[in-house]
């Protein structure tokens, strides 16, 4: 089952725009937002359905190139923890196999 709130990057992902777009339709007063918390902002699934059926948001054609360095970067960013584990146990599998 499907809650009645949903998030700032739902909203954008259903209404094909940018996160920043949302956040300018609330500003403007065209989507109402809730907290939740005091901390994170909601919208109304329905009110989101019915501002998309109104046609009233222009869909974005939001593209970013993702370069081979961006792409090297992210990867060793992201698993930077798994490498330097398995340079550890390379190491200590050297030690214990080659040292004696």
Not at 27 to 56: C, H, M, P, W
Not at 66 to 95: K, M, S
């Amino acid at each position: 089952m499907s809650s009645q709130y949903i998030t700032v990057r739902e909203t954008a992902q259903i209404l094909a725009v940018s996160e920043k777009k949302v956040m300018d339709l609330i500003e403007s007063g065209k989507l109402q937002a809730y907290k939740i918390a005091d901390q994170f902002l909601r919208l109304k699934r329905n009110e989101v359905a019915n501002i998309l059926s109104t046609g009233e948001v222009v869909s974005e054609n939001i593209s970013h190139s993702y370069t081979p360095q961006e792409r090297v970067r992210d990867f060793f960013y992201f698993n930077d923890f798994y490498l330097v584990a398995l340079i550890v146990i390379g190491v200590l599998l050297y030690i214990i196999f080659f040292t004696y």
